[in-house]
């Protein structure tokens, strides 16, 4: 099939998060299963030309924007192994420092500059004629163009056989924009509606992306529920609602040849379920670069993670200050973040010395000695679509204990002794008691060596690979194979959708 995947960031070229990693494997996966599969994103200033080997395919490409049109220039780059990425190549909207900020506050012609790349991106597509199969679109920034392939270009016979995904990473962020900006899309008028990009009284991107596409998918099952409650939906829970009868939840990959204790050149020790001598050896060695006391018995704790509200730190500093007075517990933390959580965790540091270990920064080499060296994993969050780390974790032996929301609740199960079944540790309410009370729990297992290590082992054989879940979105492709092409007049409008 040929897949154009677009994203507004992806992996070596521009990385703000989760989505970046995704960009570069999910198409990886797909391509080494035979798909013919392009990336497309905007060019940043960070997108360098040498290191990527850029050169220019295409255009001067004209882009209409409200009343005008701009020129855009086509780059294309081979540097990640059978993938050809494109870049949309317009100085003035992308060739600045930041993706989508200035590291204080976002760019004030955000809408400008995302409805410039879809817009972009469909004629891009033309210009290089490569007529997708499927048009694989990502969060906001992304969500004009299932509008455009249904509106503007839906009697456009290149286009014709193309049907579109929308993925929601995080429905945290929106793209939502004055009604005023709304002429620079050059959509009509009659798809602003609430059936449509109207968002009260304000135009939301990512609202006009699910409406419009054939398919939208989130990054586990548990959160494509989760949209449609008010809680974790936001606003658009009733949108997320609407469309339920064709949102899928396909939980993301682990990239393997990267997170693996057997091969990782990062540790200062190998190891793998049957020779486990080596965790020692990084456990000892995560002591140490923390500054904490050199303890075997102590279970050490810990959580590599943006230290903000979304992730529940607060709760969790809340609830280690007691843990630490009643039990011989161990914590480190590597995050980068918000002040006012990590006054907390310094004050621990502080009232408890040698047991509190804090890295402020981001510091990947020191992320997967922190996996290899801890006994137990933290991951609270108030939601979490998907999460990578605890199921880094697992592969590592350090027994995640989670909240049970999205990703979370469908990839950890709840370690039962009696059968010697499940590989972690949940709890519902995101409370300092009920965090305090569950840790203790964990505890308690701790201490039972033989039971613990049958908890690791299966732990460490959890799997989920981007292979299989390539094979998830391959098979939702195939189900889309021949769009139905409703008449513009009827796919929008709520009394249709
Ligand atoms: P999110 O994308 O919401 O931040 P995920 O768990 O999905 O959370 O992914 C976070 C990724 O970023 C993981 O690969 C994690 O190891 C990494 N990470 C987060 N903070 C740091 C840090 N301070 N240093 C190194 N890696 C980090």
Redesign the pocket.
Known sequence: MKIAFITSEAYPFAKT???A?VSNALPAALARRGHDVRIFMPRYYVVDRERFGLSIVGGPLGVPLGDGEKWAAILESRHIPGITAYFIEHDFYFGRDGLYDDGHAAYTDNAERFIFFCHGAMRALRDLGFAPDILHCNDWQTGLLPVYLKTLYGEDPFFKKSAAVMTVH?AGYQGVFPTELYHLTRLDWRHYNDGGLEFFNQMNFLKGGLLFADAVTTVSRKYAEELQTPEFGYDLADTFGRISGRLYGIT?GVDYAKWNPETDTFLPARYSPDMMDGKRVCREELQRRMGLKIDPAAPLTGS???VTH??GMDVLADSLGALLADVNLQFVL???GEDWIFHKFEELRRLFPGRVGI?R????P??HLV?AGLDIYL?PSRY???????M?SMKYGAIPVVRATG?LDDTVSEWDERSLSGNGFKFGDLTQKALYEKIRYVIRHFDNRRAWDSLRKNAMEFSRSWADAALEYERLYESLRTPVRHPVDTIYGFENL
């Open positions: 998060g989760g989505l990693d995080n993301n590599i993670s943006r979304q992730k590597l995050g980068q890295f920064g981001y510091d990947e020191l992320s996996e991951m979490e679509p998907c999460g990578l780390n605890q880094y990703g």
